[in-house]
């Protein structure tokens, strides 16, 4: 497997991956999100009612009577302040099931005590949970239609990045390698890139061929030399057997042994 093919698989997997594991805590991350903005909300609601009190007094809500009670058409928000016998009570985020028009109800509650005309008074700020699952849910959807698009743009980022950065690689492979043949007496043009790991890859490669190339001239030399220099005693002596066998006087027996010594320097003349 070609080393683009196997970052391009790389790539591929560890981005489904990422994505996979985002997608299955995402339903928790949202959850916790939609609380702690829930929560903010509450504060908020908290600050402008006290506000409101400071500025009113406590009669623009209680009107002279000892509690107070308001909720939203659908029951998604309510409020409540009413008098309390304790002393101090710091900001309370609680999630409880509230009677709200005979319908029982969970809420996310925030519950604040304070003191206003000599008297304390406990201020609860609610919110339905479902209501909150909702938005919990819709922030999930809108999360997973962004994260999509985001995923497949960043994958296929990556794998064009990937292939322009191996680009030079493949020139190296196909020019160094593929095309050329031995000797290599005609080099490829000098690798145009800014990586320094593929640089010093091709000029080592082409330092390793010019090497090969002068070892083989060397040995061709030293082949041809060696050739002509045991040529030259290996004709004379071709020579002046010849010129023994020419003779008359020879017996049948001497005769033989300078065939067989002719036939032995043929074979080494040849070799």
Do not use: C, W
């Amino acid at each position: 497997m070609r080393l683009y093919t196997k970052l391009a698989l790389f790539t591929t997997l560890s981005t489904l991956a990422v994505l996979i594991l985002f997608v299955v805590l995402l339903p928790q991350i949202m959850q916790k999100v939609a609380f702690a903005n829930t929560n903010q909300a509450l504060l908020q609601q908290k600050k402008k009612v006290l506000q409101q009190i400071n500025t009113t007094g406590i009669d623009y809500y209680v009107g002279g009577d000892s509690a107070y009670g308001s909720y939203s058409m659908l029951k998604d928000e309510y409020i409540s302040l009413e008098h309390t016998e304790e002393k101090t009570l710091t900001d309370t985020l609680i999630t409880e099931q509230r009677l709200v028009d005979r319908d029982t109800i969970n809420y996310r509650i925030l519950m604040h005590s304070f003191r206003s005309g000599g008297q304390m008074y406990l201020l609860e700020i609610g919110k339905k949970t479902a209501s909150i699952s909702a938005d919990a849910r819709a922030l999930q959807q809108t999360a997973i239609y962004i994260l999509l698009p985001l995923a497949l743009l960043i994958l296929l980022i990556q794998i064009v990045y990937n292939r322009y950065l191996l680009k030079p690689l493949e020139y190296i492979i196909r020019s160094r390698l593929l095309k050329a043949s031995f000797p290599f007496n005609r080099q490829a043009d000098k690798l145009k890139s800014t990586t320094y790991d593929f640089l010093y890859l091709d000029e080592s490669i082409s330092r390793l061929m010019q090497q090969i190339n002068y070892a083989f001239e060397k040995e061709r030399e030293f082949t041809s030399n060696a050739s002509h220099e045991l040529m030259t005693p290996i004709s004379i002596l071709q020579s002046k057997i010849e010129n023994l066998t020419e003779d008359e006087s020879l017996s049948d027996e001497q005769y033989k042994k300078l065939e067989a010594t002719m036939h032995i320097i043929r074979r080494l003349k040849k070799l």
